[in-house]
């Protein structure tokens, strides 16, 4: 495919996968807009890449929906200058879009592989910036803390604290929680009276695998 095909679906993306759906913060539907989101999909996925649904990258996990990457990047309030934690690399789309927004980025993979490969993905489409962690996400980047805003890309069974703790005061945990097929996603906003918790829609993300997530064989 060429460029320019690239750009008209991301465009036609942007319009009927976003904005009709009710994404409505027009700093999130820009960056969406320009992060080509082909260029963290191997050659072959490419011609997918503007797909109404999450892709396969290999290790059983998935990049998100453009819906949810969307959607999680507005709940989350990203500004130029705030520091955000998006926990769960995979292929570094998401960061992506979330530097795009003018933030810091930190993002943290438990899979060494993607994310080597989400780095290098990062640099050749212009965020180098992004700094990317291998380890359990589940328990945060406590050397980097606090952040501004805390994004999570795969489900927890229930509210993790160890990240809602490396948030400053107001800051904002975007999380999916609930069982291993069915979740929703919530907001969880760090007060002085704990965590305000708003829930927001329905969603279907890989498990948070790790010390604050499900067990790798569990069911909890
Ligand atoms: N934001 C990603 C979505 C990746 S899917 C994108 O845009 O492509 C979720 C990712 O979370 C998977 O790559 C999975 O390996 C990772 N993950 C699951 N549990 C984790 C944990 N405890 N710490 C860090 N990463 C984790």
Redesign the pocket.
């Known amino acids: 495919m060429l460029e320019s095909d690239f750009a008209s679906e991301r465009r036609a993306m942007v319009a009927g996968q976003l904005r009709d759906r009710g994404i409505d913060d027009e700093r999130v539907l820009a960056a969406m807009g320009r992060v080509p989101r082909e260029a963290?999909l191997d050659e072959g996925d490419r011609p997918r890449a503007y797909e109404d649904a999450p892709i396969a990258?290999g290790?059983g996990?998935?990049?998100?929906q453009p819906f949810m990457?969307a959607l999680i990047a507005q709940a989350a309030d990203v500004r130029p200058g705030r520091k955000i934690l998006?926990?769960?690399?995979?292929?570094?789309?998401?960061?992506a879009v979330l530097a795009d927004l003018g933030a810091e980025v930190h993002s943290?993979?438990?899979?060494p592989e993607?994310a080597e490969r989400?780095t290098d993905r990062l640099g050749a489409a212009g965020y180098a910036g992004v700094r990317v962690h291998v380890?359990?996400?589940?328990?945060g980047v406590p050397e980097a803390a606090p952040f501004d805003a805390i994004t999570v890309?795969?489900a927890a069974p229930r509210l993790p604290l160890t990240l809602y703790e490396q948030l400053v005061l107001g800051g904002r945990l975007v999380v999916p929680i609930g069982r291993r097929h069915t979740q929703r996603l919530e907001i969880a906003i760090r007060s002085p009276e704990g965590p305000a918790v708003l829930h927001s829609v329905p969603c279907r993300?890989?498990?948070?695998?790790?010390?604050?997530?499900y067990r790798r064989s569990g069911r909890r």
């Open positions: 963290f990258i290790f996990q998935t990049m998100s990457v998006d926990v769960g690399t995979g292929s570094g789309y998401a960061a943290i993979e438990r899979i993607l989400a380890g359990d996400g589940s328990l890309a795969a993300f890989v498990p948070l695998v790790g010390e604050r997530g």
